[in-house]
C-alpha cells in the first residue's frame, strides 16, 4: 500500500490515539449534548439507532426533533424527544425551522440522522436550518441526499462531517465543480490523495468507505482503517458515534478515529 507522508493507517484494535478514550470525562455533563434531527412518517429507524448510540458512545446528552406525526409512534427508549411540525409527505415542514434552532442552541453539536424522506419543502428548512446554525454537524444517509442544493455552501462551513458512501461522496464532488473524478475502481490511494487535496480546499471533513476501507479526511490529514461492516455505515451508527466523540474531544481527526476503533 502506497503511502504519503499525510496518510496515517489505524490499525482497529490499536488507535492511534489511545488518550483520546483515557481523556473521555467521567462525569456525563462534561460530554456535551447532542441534537438528532430526522425522521418521516414512513420511517424513524436510522433516528432511533443513532439515538441509542450515541448514548453508548458516551455522549452526555441526546435529545431527538422528529415530526409530530410519529409521536405516538416512538419506541419507548427514545426517552428525550421533541416533536415539530409536519408537512403532507409527513415530514418536517417549514415551520418546523424555530423547534431545529431550539433543539440547535440547547447543544453541543448536531446530528442530522437521516429518514428524511424526500419532500422539497424539508430541503427548504434543513437548508435554512443549516445556514443559521454554527456549531459541530455531522450529516449521513439520506439527510446529504436531501441537501444536495447545498453543497456548495456547507463543504465552505467550519465544524462539518460529512458521513456518506461512495456514490455519495462522487455526486459531492460534482455539486460543488471540484475538478477530479471519483470512480468505483480507483485504488484506495488515490481516493486518499484525492480528500487530502479537497479537505486542504474545503474546511469541511469527510468520513467515506471505500476498498473496505473507512476514510476520514480532516485539513488535508487522511487516516484509514479496514472496515468489514458497512451496514454500521448505512444504518447511522457511524455517524453517531462520530458525532458523540466531537461533542467533547476538540481534534477532529482525533476524536473521528478513535470513534471508529474497536
Not at 436531501?146 to 465552505?156: H, N
Request: aromatic content about 10%; glycine content about 6%; proline content about 5%.
Amino acid at each position: 500500500m502506497q503511502q504519503f507522508s499525510y496518510w496515517q493507517p489505524q490499525d482497529p484494535k490499536k488507535p492511534l490515539f489511545p488518550d483520546v478514550e483515557w481523556n473521555r470525562p467521567e462525569q456525563r455533563n462534561l460530554r456535551g449534548k447532542l441534537g438528532i434531527i430526522g425522521g418521516n412518517k414512513l420511517g424513524f429507524a436510522g433516528v432511533a439507532e443513532s439515538y441509542s448510540t450515541a448514548l453508548e458512545a458516551g455522549a452526555g446528552e441526546v435529545k431527538v426533533l422528529l415530526p409530530d406525526i410519529l409521536r405516538k409512534t416512538i419506541p419507548a427508549h427514545i426517552t428525550e424527544a421533541m416533536f415539530a411540525p409536519t408537512n403532507i409527505s409527513g415530514s418536517l415542514s417549514r415551520e418546523a425551522l424555530e423547534d431545529m434552532q431550539s433543539i440547535a442552541m440547547w447543544s453541543t453539536g448536531v446530528l442530522l440522522a437521516g429518514d428524511t424522506g424526500r419532500s422539497s419543502e424539508t430541503a427548504i428548512v434543513y437548508d435554512d436550518f443549516v445556514a443559521s446554525y454554527s456549531g459541530w454537524l455531522t450529516l449521513t444517509r439520506d439527510a446529504v441526499d436531501l441537501m444536495r442544493r447545498s453543497a456548495p455552501e456547507i463543504v465552505e462551513r467550519d465544524q462539518t462531517l460529512y458521513v456518506l458512501s461512495f456514490a455519495q461522496l462522487q455526486k459531492l464532488f460534482q455539486d460543488v465543480y471540484y475538478p477530479k473524478i471519483l470512480t468505483f475502481s480507483m485504488q484506495l490511494a488515490q481516493l486518499v490523495e484525492n480528500l487530502h487535496k479537497f479537505t486542504l480546499s474545503y474546511p469541511v471533513t469527510i468520513m467515506t468507505l471505500h476498498k473496505d476501507h473507512i476514510v476520514i479526511a480532516h485539513s488535508g490529514a487522511v487516516i484509514t482503517q479496514a472496515w468489514n461492516n458497512p451496514m454500521l455505515i448505512w444504518r447511522g451508527q457511524t455517524a453517531a458515534r462520530a458525532a458523540s466523540y466531537l461533542l467533547w474531544h476538540n481534534k477532529p481527526l482525533e476524536a473521528l478515529a478513535s470513534s471508529i476503533a474497536l
